[in-house]
């Protein structure tokens, strides 16, 4: 890892959650967070790359993509692309190379590790990586954030916005009928949103699969969220794959989901 990264890279492993774990700083170039039962993160500021210049950006490129890669990275006409692109896989890259270290001891270099996308059918868009692990990546704002675990995994970040008309509608017509707690009903829109992309995400569908079939249920104090799926969803997956956990935050303006198996 280049200075250019490594210099702001900071690694925290203990903490009572994830909230208090994540740092979401544009000025951090690198964040890595292995919280204990969690998968383990990577967070890349797209706002750092952008500010370093073109020169830094090669020299991360060739020091962390494989051929292929830098070959797709220099097919992107337009800038902003090419660095949101680069920075998706360098969390990708990071996410994956600390969790094989964390979880088994294992050394692997980012330049090893090469980042791919399922090509067709249903889940057309997935990434995955050539090693045995799972993972998913988001980006917003000023971050790119990718989780990388042993099972099947979703992640989501949403920086904050005014939610649009549509949207709302959207998010109001896939709403549980009751909510006994009372504090669902006041879970912030953007986060919403992210917990249904989180979720169709670890199937890999994206928004090939119509968000209102990810219905909400539950959001408790320590942020933890459950969900049902609608009858589509339900015909397309198999229970047994179904994520086993999902954590819902507000970290710093933004609005992460997360859920894995």
Same mark, same amino acid.
């Given at each position: ?10 690694r #925290?492993?203990?903490?009572p959650?994830?909230r208090h ?6 000025? *951090? ?10 998968? =383990? #993160?990577?967070?890349?500021?797209i ?8 020169s830094?950006?090669?020299e #991360?490129?060739?020091r *962390? #993509?494989t051929? !292929?890669?830098r ?7 337009r800038?902003?692309? !090419? ?9 990708? /890259?990071h996410?994956?190379? +600390? ?6 001891g ?5 330049? %090893?590790i090469?980042?791919? %996308?399922?090509e067709?059918?249903?889940? %057309?868009? /997935? ?14 704002g000023? $971050? ?5 675990g042993?099972? +099947? ?7 904050? !916005? ?14 549980? =009928?009751?909510?006994?707690?009372? !504090? ?5 829109? +953007?986060?919403?949103?992210?917990? /249904?992309?989180?979720?169709?995400? *670890? $199937?890999? $569908? ?16 320590n942020? *933890? $969220? ?10 397309r =997956? ?5 994520p ?5 935050h ?5 609005s ?6």
């Open positions: 890892m280049t200075a250019a990264v490594a210099q702001g890279a900071t #925290l492993n203990d903490g959650d994830l774990q994540l740092v979401l700083d544009p000025a *951090h170039p690198l964040h890595l967070a292995c919280v204990p039962d969690l998968p =383990t #993160l990577a967070v890349v500021s706002a750092s790359l952008r500010a370093r210049g073109e830094v950006r090669a #991360l490129s060739h *962390h #993509l051929p !292929r890669e070959e797709r990275a220099g097919a992107f006409t800038e902003g692309r !090419r660095i949101e692109w680069l920075a998706g896989r360098l969390a990708v /890259k996410a994956v190379t +600390t969790h094989l270290n964390r979880e088994y294992q050394a692997a270099e980012t330049s %090893a090469e980042v791919r %996308a399922v067709s059918g249903p889940r %057309a868009g /997935k990434p995955f990586v050539n090693a045995p692990v799972e993972i998913s990546l988001s980006h917003s000023d $971050f790119a954030i990718a989780a990388c042993s099972g +099947t995994l979703g992640i989501d970040l949403e920086c904050g !916005r005014d939610v649009s008309p549509l949207l709302t509608q959207v998010l109001d017509e896939s709403r549980p =009928t009751g909510d006994p707690g009372g !504090r669902l009903s006041s879970i912030p829109a +953007t986060l919403h949103w992210a917990c /249904k992309e989180a979720v169709l995400k *670890h $199937f890999g $569908f994206g928004l090939r699969i119509d968000s209102r079939e990810v219905v909400l249920t539950e959001w408790l104090p942020d *933890h $969220f459950s969900w049902r799926p609608g009858p589509t969803l339900r015909s =997956t198999a229970s047994s794959a179904y086993s956990h999902g954590i819902a507000q970290i710093s303006g933004y992460l989901a997360l859920v894995w198996r």
